[in-house]
Each structure stands twice: as C-alpha cells, then as structure tokens.
C-alpha cells in the first residue's frame, strides 16, 4: 500500500497531520538534510550505511544535549538518464538517498558555540558557517569518512509556509 499512488495520498495527508501536531509543540523548529555523495554500488547498502551513519550521529553526546525531539523522513531521488550516462553510472544505479529532519533545537552544534545575541550580522553568518561545517564534518566521520553534506534551516512560524511548510518538506508532498 505505501507504493499504491491512490493510497498514498492519504497515508501522507495521515502523516502529515501527525507530524504537524509534533511541530507545532517544538520550540526551536529547525530543518536539517542530511545528503552523501552518490555511490556507484548496491542503493540498498548505500542506504543502510546512511542509515547505520545517522544512528551514529544522533547517538553522540553533544546531539543529546542540543536535540530534543522531533521527526525524520527519508527521501530517495533518482538521476536522470543524462546524469548518470555523465557519470558513467549503470542503468540500475543514480540513487540518492537524503534524510531530512525537523528537530526541536535552539542551535544545533558540537564544540563552536552559538553567535551571542549582540552579535553583528557578519559575525552571525561566520559563526553560522563554521557551525555548518563542523557538523558537516561530523556527517562525513559517522559515515566513515565519505563526503556528507548538511543544510540548516530555521523555521519561523512568521514565515510563509511555517511550520506547514517544514513537515511538507520533510514529507516532500
């Protein structure tokens, strides 16, 4: 049934509406992708590796104390013919596999700390930057040294879209 398009309208509007009620309770929502590198193996090992990766980095100890709850959704694209003849990829491969995330998390960093409130608008974009890069590096070691990507959204609920428009990213519907 999560293959039957007929169906999986309603089992989307169904998570949709759960995950909204969890939105709407965070107090710091914040978008996160997490990407790798496309591969030119197996998509399903490709895949439990993102996986196992991301297990390992929500279970370290700076992720504990920053994150506080929230939802994930995993989404699979697929290269088109083009691209993977660029890349000289099989007809089976061109699989990319991201995680994104609406987290309940004021700042989502390890070791460099957050810009302070009386920072100007240059020093926040910096520090924003190396915190970006710090925990982009962090996602290439939990994935054993593969390159990773991350991208970092605040959701403000002023915005148009809000918090709807978070859970339908992280829900791609």
Known sequence: ?????????????ASAAR??????????PLLVTFNAK?????????FREMRAALVRLRA??????????GVACW???RLSTKERRSRKLGRDQGWHFHCHMLLDCRWLYATTLPPPPHASKEERKERCRRINEEIAALWS????GRKGSIDVRRVWRS??????GAVHEVLKY
């Not at 039957?4 to 509007?13: I, Y």
């Not at 496309?38 to 490709?46: C, E, I, L, S, W």
């Not at 915005?159 to 709807?164: L, M, Q």
């Open 75 to 77: 989404e699979v694209s």
């Open 19 to 28: 995950f909204k009620k969890i939105a709407a309770s965070c107090q710091w």
């Open 38 to 46: 496309h591969r030119k193996d197996d998509g399903v090992a490709a």
């Open 60 to 69: 370290q100890v700076w992720w504990k104390r920053r994150v506080k709850g």
């Open 1 to 13: 049934w999560k293959c039957c398009p007929v169906c999986q309208r309603a089992v989307t509007a």
């Open 159 to 164: 915005e148009t879209g809000g918090i709807e």
């Open 141 to 144: 070691m939990a994935m054993g």
